[in-house]
């Protein structure tokens, strides 16, 4: 099975803090994601990488930045925590290649709920 | 650009109904379709991934369908119990580009069964 965990799944941190998310896959899948998830307003990426050291910016990256050093760990980073950043963070995998017969199911994390005050 | 609506929001059925679980998407170019489930305060289940070349996928008491050409899927649930309440999403994978596969999600049908 594949496994996805992220570093913690509460986090409270003050508002200006450098606030590392960490997240963990055991597939050696190629893609990983990052996403926050907000009442009303559904899941919406913020990163993503599709090899090591390589990076794209999702659809929200303002006020976050990522690392991928290695292929299993995709970091995400806030480098100034803000009470806007409140949310429900997930991290999720997927295998690469657009072979016909690859599944390219994506892998979701339990998730990180973090609190900015 | 790509977005995808669940319809209905929210839904209450007693236990033992079948039900259907709509999702439709605006741009039929699409490389596959999940369908997830989501307990409160947990990550997301995978529970279903339909290939862009399949019409369904079956896993037990649950069946995915895909009419791309439409630009919908729905999920039906066979004889529902309330452990099967959570919120199920439906995301699609555009053609990747990059070899990324991001996914576009739509914003959820939360069901609760009742006993």
């Known amino acids: 099975d594949v496994k996805v965990t992220q570093s913690s799944r509460y986090l409270v941190k003050r508002t200006g803090e450098k606030v590392f998310l960490e997240c963990v896959q055991d597939m050696d899948h190629e893609n990983m994601f990052w996403y926050r998830q907000d009442p009303g307003l559904g899941l919406r990426l913020i990163y993503f990488?599709?090899?090591?050291?390589?990076?794209e910016k999702g659809d929200i990256p303002e006020g976050y930045s990522v690392s991928r050093e290695k292929k299993e760990r995709f970091s995400l980073i806030l480098e100034s925590a803000s009470t806007n950043q409140t949310s429900m963070y997930l991290c999720?995998?997927?295998?690469?290649?657009?072979?016909?017969?690859?599944?390219?199911?994506?892998?979701f994390g339990p998730g990180t709920r973090l609190t900015v005050t | 650009k790509q977005e995808v609506t669940q319809i209905p929001a929210a839904l209450s059925v007693p236990e033992g109904e079948n039900l259907v679980l709509n999702c439709s998407f605006t741009?039929?170019?699409?490389?596959?379709l999940q369908w997830f489930r989501q307990d409160p305060g947990k990550g997301l289940t995978s529970l279903l991934l339909i290939q862009s070349s399949q019409r369904e996928q079956t896993s037990g008491r649950l069946n995915a369908s895909l009419d791309k050409s439409s630009g919908r899927s729905t999920l039906y649930i066979a004889a529902s119990q309330p452990g099967d309440s959570a919120t199920y999403l439906c995301?699609?994978?555009?053609?990747?580009?990059?070899?990324?596969?991001?996914?576009?999600f739509g914003s959820g049908t939360r069901l609760l069964v009742r006993p």
């Open positions: 999720a995998s997927i295998t690469g290649g657009a072979g016909g017969q690859a599944r390219n199911e994506q892998y």
């Open positions: 741009d039929s170019a699409i490389y596959n």
């Open positions: 990488s599709y090899d090591v050291k390589m990076k």
């Open positions: 995301a699609v994978t555009g053609v990747p580009m990059d070899s990324s596969y991001k996914l576009i």
